[in-house]
């Protein structure tokens, strides 16, 4: 399968936020990647309900909502109204995950779990039969433009090899640190969806960096 490319809009300029979301709309751009943070899951508060309504007001392209809050569960439908198409939820934080995953499946939604850096891969393999994605961070939630941890990599094919064990339809999606620099190694280690928010953003040309990004070829390369 081509990978896809999902760039963040938490790098967009909020003053023009329309004006980004169309740009990302006329670009190669796949998907939407939204950050939701809560200042208690995560020590940052990004933006909530409006920001995705504005988004899926502006363009018609999956909107991927990252969840990066500590009671996901309780905003299910709401996100659902607000427009989102997939609904990802931290296994770090939802006691109930079978249940949540099956309440984001019921609202017609695709649902994902993420993972930290320091949370092991092994932490999704009994829910991996009901996902429709798996999320491993490449930074600590919270910011962006901060550096991809390097063992990420070695993470990325950790999660290959159990998705393709497990469950083979399961999209493996990266997050954080994402860059045309190394986009190539997080492909050939496995990934199926990149995430780049400040990769994207503090291009001349975000969407020439998209097109560099959804270009690139892991052939027969994969690790
Ligand atoms: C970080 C967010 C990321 C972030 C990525 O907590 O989940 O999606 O926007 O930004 P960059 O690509 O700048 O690391
Ligand atoms: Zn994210």
Do not use: Y
């Not at 996100?79 to 006691?95: M, N, P, S």
């Amino acid at each position: 399968m081509a990978h896809l490319v999902a760039p963040s809009i938490l790098s967009a300029d909020f003053g023009h936020l329309a004006r980004d979301v169309q740009m990302l709309h006329r670009s190669q751009a796949d998907w939407f990647h939204i950050d939701v943070m809560d200042g208690v899951f995560v020590p940052n508060i990004s933006f909530g309900l409006p920001i995705v309504e504005v988004v899926a007001r502006e363009s018609s392209k999956f909107k991927d909502v990252h969840l990066m809050t500590s009671l996901p569960e309780r905003f299910i439908r709401a996100f659902r109204k607000a427009g989102a198409d997939g609904l990802t939820v931290h296994v770090e934080v939802v006691t109930h995950l079978h249940r949540c995953i099956q309440e984001i499946k019921a609202e017609g939604m695709r649902a994902g779990v993420a993972l930290n850096p320091a949370t092991p891969v092994s932490a999704v393999e009994d829910i991996l039969p009901d996902l429709d994605l798996v999320l491993i961070m490449t930074v600590n939630p919270g910011f962006g433009g901060q550096h991809f941890i390097p063992q990420s990599l070695d993470r990325i094919q950790r999660m290959r090899r159990l998705i393709d064990r497990i469950n083979p339809t399961v999209l493996l999606q990266v997050d954080g640190g994402i860059k045309t620099g190394n986009a190539l190694d997080v492909l050939r280690a496995g990934a199926d969806v990149l995430v780049s928010g400040s990769g994207v953003f503090s291009s001349p040309d975000p969407a020439a960096e998209i097109a560099l990004l959804k270009g690139l070829k892991a052939n027969n390369l994969m690790a």
